[in-house]
């Protein structure tokens, strides 16, 4: 039985299919990290700031805020509000590079479930989506073509990217 992910948000929010713990963590670590980037918020407010994207209980984000913390990836600050304590969390530098990794890992990301799915139609060639791809098409055709081979010899227009 073949499995495809077609998106995270089939994966994340309708479940359809099972995701390895450790990236799902991962994930939604950052996702987290995302909901208070720009302002310090509560518990609640971030659960609602998700839900357009991805449905997180409050246990799971509790878990998650505490494991950031220890992380120091966040801090937490109590303010009375309403008679009652609610706790506010910030983003420390640490978390905010943790961001800025996940946007550099995601690309690397994006470019193996492109291989995975040319690898399974049978493509060859640069995918897009890979480095050279953010280039327009005449500098992907330079950027692909290696122009040191006689031009009446058959030879591949992809690169290696190791």
């Known amino acids: 039985m073949t499995i ?10 309708e479940r359809r299919y099972e995701m390895d713990i450790q990236l799902k963590r991962g994930l939604l670590d950052v996702c987290v990290l995302a909901a208070i980037r720009n302002e310090d918020s509560y518990g609640y ?3 609602k700031d998700m839900k357009p994207y991805l449905e997180l209980s409050e246990s799971t984000l509790y878990t998650i805020l505490k494991r950031l913390e ?5 801090t937490v600050r109590s303010v009375e509000h309403e008679g ?3 706790k506010y969390y910030h983003i420390t530098q640490q978390g905010i590079n943790r961001i800025e990794e996940f946007r550099d890992d995601w690309q690397e990301i994006l470019s193996i479930y492109q291989f995975i799915n040319s690898a399974s139609a049978g493509t060859t060639g640069t995918p897009t989506g890979t480095p050279n791809s953010n280039r327009t098409d005449s ?3 330079a950027a692909n073509t290696d122009t040191s ?11 290696d990217n190791d």
Do not use: G, K, W
């Open 45 to 47: 407010r971030i659960i």
């Open 139 to 141: 500098a992907n055709t």
């Open 4 to 13: 495809r992910y077609t998106s995270c948000y089939d994966v994340l929010v």
């Open 149 to 159: 081979a006689p031009s009446n010899t058959n030879h591949r227009e992809d690169t």
């Open 84 to 86: 009652r304590l609610r």
């Open 70 to 74: 220890t992380a120091n990836m966040l």
